[in-house]
């Protein structure tokens, strides 16, 4: 049976309400911000330790086989790395990518869990779980425009990405449950559903010209500190920071029209100050939000849910 738009989203809640069982139960650890800067591998190793691989690859060429002297490898001859063409591969540890290298697609190296390091530099667009449950450190995307769903998820190593300005599109669950992420900067784009849900030791978020935060896309990220708004964002979608207990304190932009159901649920904020532009703040958005006392709000036609607020909020209207 074909389901439909409000099954979806019933099936969407279930899996963030499990998400936030889960947390509950995990402790984190704190780290120190790092300053962005892009880097490059081949700077670091000497290629005369690698494999070459110089054959046009094939779709699931090498996915889980035998082959153990299969661990550091350089890979010419290729503009495509196919779909489960490495996954599975745990010997793999390290990988050079030519540069006519631009895509990496879907499943290629998902699940090499001791894959520690890849140049990405050449890359346009990284697939569908394509580095999903590795050991990546350090991912540098000069080029890349589309990370798509779950590319980098359940990577609890990666501690630094550094993206272009040539970025469109951060896929749904794209960096989910990274946990030793500590800072990013997305320079534009859209982030989408849940892409750095989980990442529980991300402190610091910096958006450029960023035109849309997805669903529940920072929820559980109970180290965020600092976020960084940009003027493009239309509006706050549901659970975006859901459960970022020490996000204290937000600037929201003049731009913003809707403020939509938990956005800021459960939050740390002391004190907002909704612009002129919000047409609406909708249930729960501000709920739970123990240490919220004032509101300001600057537009007294704004729509706001009788239970946007905790009852002992105090709303005031700015001119």
């Known amino acids: 049976m074909k389901k439909t738009v409000k099954d979806k989203r019933a099936c969407y809640l279930l899996y963030c309400l499990c998400f936030l069982l889960m947390m509950s139960c995990n402790t984190t650890k704190t780290g120190t911000n790092q300053r ?50 490495f996954s599975k591969k745990s010997a793999l540890t390290d990988v050079i990518l030519s540069d006519q290298v631009s895509i990496v697609e879907e499943n290629a190296f998902y699940a090499c869990k001791n894959l520690k390091f890849i140049n990405l530099d050449n890359v346009i667009r990284c697939g569908e779980n394509a580095f999903k449950m590795t050991s990546l450190e350090t991912v ?17 190593k990666l501690n630094a990405v550094y993206f272009s300005s040539a970025i469109k599109k951060i896929g749904d669950f794209s ?25 529980a030791n991300l402190k610091k978020v910096t958006l450029g010209k960023v035109t849309r935060l997805g669903e529940a896309s920072f929820m559980g990220c109970s180290a965020l500190e600092e976020i960084f708004l940009s003027q493009g964002i239309k509006a706050i979608e549901p659970m975006t920071f859901l459960d970022c207990t020490n996000l204290n304190s937000i600037f929201l932009p003049e731009g913003i029209e809707y403020i939509a159901e938990n956005a800021f649920h459960g939050t740390g904020l002391k004190k ?42 105090i709303i005031e209207y700015k001119q």
């Not at 082959?67 to 001859?77: C, F, M, N, T, V």
């Not at 540098?140 to 609890?156: G, H, I, M, R």
């Not at 002129?276 to 909708?282: D, Q």
């Not at 919220?292 to 600057?298: A, D, G, S």
Request: aromatic share 10%; glycine share 2%; net charge negative.
């Open 36 to 85: 962005i800067e892009y880097t490059n591998i081949t700077d670091k190793v000497s290629l005369s330790n690698y494999q070459t691989i110089k054959h046009t690859l094939r779709y699931r060429e090498y996915e889980d086989n035998d082959d153990k002297e299969l661990i550091s490898i350089r890979i010419e001859a290729n503009d495509t790395i196919p779909s489960w063409c």
């Open 140 to 156: 540098s995307l000069k080029t890349c425009k589309y990370v798509d769903d779950f590319a980098f998820s359940n990577c609890t």
């Open 175 to 199: 960096f989910y449950a990274d946990s030793s992420m500590v800072s990013i900067e997305i320079p534009n784009g859209e982030i989408g559903n849940s892409s750095f849900m989980g990442c």
């Open 272 to 313: 907002v100050t909704i612009p002129r532009s919000v047409k609406e703040i909708k249930s729960q958005a501000f709920a739970n939000c123990e240490s919220l006392k004032t509101v300001f709000i600057c537009n007294k036609n704004t729509v706001i849910s009788s239970d946007a607020f905790n009852n002992n909020v």
